[in-house]
């Protein structure tokens, strides 16, 4: 479903613009509708972009959709990218987009075991065999090998089917943290789950990117989506999240209420939204300083190599860090 939600949605709200008035916007995200979307449906189902006045409509991603290439080419306004390897590609690539914000703190990609089977993180690199993925392989596998005493002979490829790691006692994989250790438990596995930001993979995830160009000519436009989004996800996380579920639901009816509150259940039991940063300066929150230390992690394990990213071009702070939203925050937990 590509049109997926509309300001119809939120007819019947007050807002601050009339429809006519309303800028559009698409966004696009960078899979199926779930749980880990939901500020932004939230955003949309409440009536938050509308107040700010933007009609926002949300593309999906997904196994025939890849949004990435949308947003260089102007089909998309705003794209959710996984972690900064991605962003760090697009300069190195001269393709003229940049981070905006970071909706997580940390980046869900974990390595997954089979309960009580290994003792720590450090134990898991004596597993025989540890599933990674191809994209993997050339990413976070470098820096478990370089940094962590991982090694390539316990390689094997993972292609995102949970039946090998079942019928294996002693087989790690890697894991989204808010997804494979569910589907698992489905199963009836149950496993122990090592989050990868909690090892020293310090990259932000679920950022947000859009054009250059964007944010040079249009700040304001930059600036009303990030806030309503900031907005969604305080709403969303803390406050109601029936509207959002339901949109979530009807773009993707592969999903339930009840795998959905499993889903936010990993994020909070992992702290991976509003923690760190964003706890003071509020969701979204981005340093400099981290960016450039996760660049770093990732010229020493041989991910990029020194000198091919300029760091200026990779993100800019401009729209975030303003404590945004953490009223509301206040407000709906105290309730």
């Known amino acids: 479903m590509k049109h997926l939600l509309t300001a119809a949605l939120a007819a019947g709200l007050a807002t601050a613009a009339t429809a006519q008035d309303l800028d559009k916007v698409t966004m696009g995200t960078n899979w199926l509708a779930q749980g880990g979307h939901g500020g932004f449906y939230q955003a949309v189902a409440d009536g938050t972009y509308e107040k700010y006045g933007l009609d926002v409509e949300i593309m999906m991603g997904g196994p025939q959709m890849n949004n990435r290439p949308m947003l260089a080419a102007g089909r998309l306004d705003f794209l959710m990218a996984g972690n900064l390897l991605l962003s760090f590609d697009n300069v ?7 981070v905006v914000a970071a909706f997580f703190q940390k980046d869900p990609q974990a390595l997954m075991a089979h309960a009580g089977q290994y003792e720590d993180f450090a134990a898991l690199t004596e597993a025989p065999t540890v599933l990674i993925s191809k994209d993997g392989q050339f990413s976070f596998w470098q820096w478990l090998t370089d940094a962590k005493g991982f090694r390539d002979d316990q390689l094997r490829p993972y292609g995102f089917n949970l ?13 989204y943290a808010t997804a494979e250790p569910i589907y698992a438990a489905a ?20 950022t947000i990117e859009t054009r250059a160009e964007l944010v040079e000519t249009d700040p304001d436009l930059v600036q009303r989506f990030l806030n309503a989004s900031i907005e969604g996800w305080y709403n969303f996380l803390y406050g109601d999240r029936t509207a959002a579920y339901e949109a979530i639901m009807a773009a993707n009816p592969d999903m339930t209420v009840e795998k959905l509150e499993k889903e936010m259940a990993q994020f909070e039991k992992l702290d991976i939204i509003d923690s760190g940063n964003a706890l003071e300066k509020g969701i979204g929150a981005m340093s400099e300083e981290r960016i450039e230390a996760f660049h770093d992690l990732a010229v020493s394990a041989g991910i990029i190599e020194a000198g091919e990213v300029d760091l200026s071009k990779v993100a800019t702070t401009q729209f975030v860090n303003k404590g945004h939203g953490l ?5 709906l937990m105290s309730n």
């Open 327 to 331: 009223d509301i925050k206040q407000q």
């Open 92 to 98: 190195r690539n001269d393709i003229p987009t940049t």
């Open 187 to 206: 199963e009836g596995a149950e496993v122990d789950v090592f989050l990868l930001a909690d090892q020293g993979w310090n990259t932000y995830s679920t």
């Open 163 to 175: 039946a090998q790691f079942l019928g294996d006692e002693e087989m790690v994989q890697q894991a």
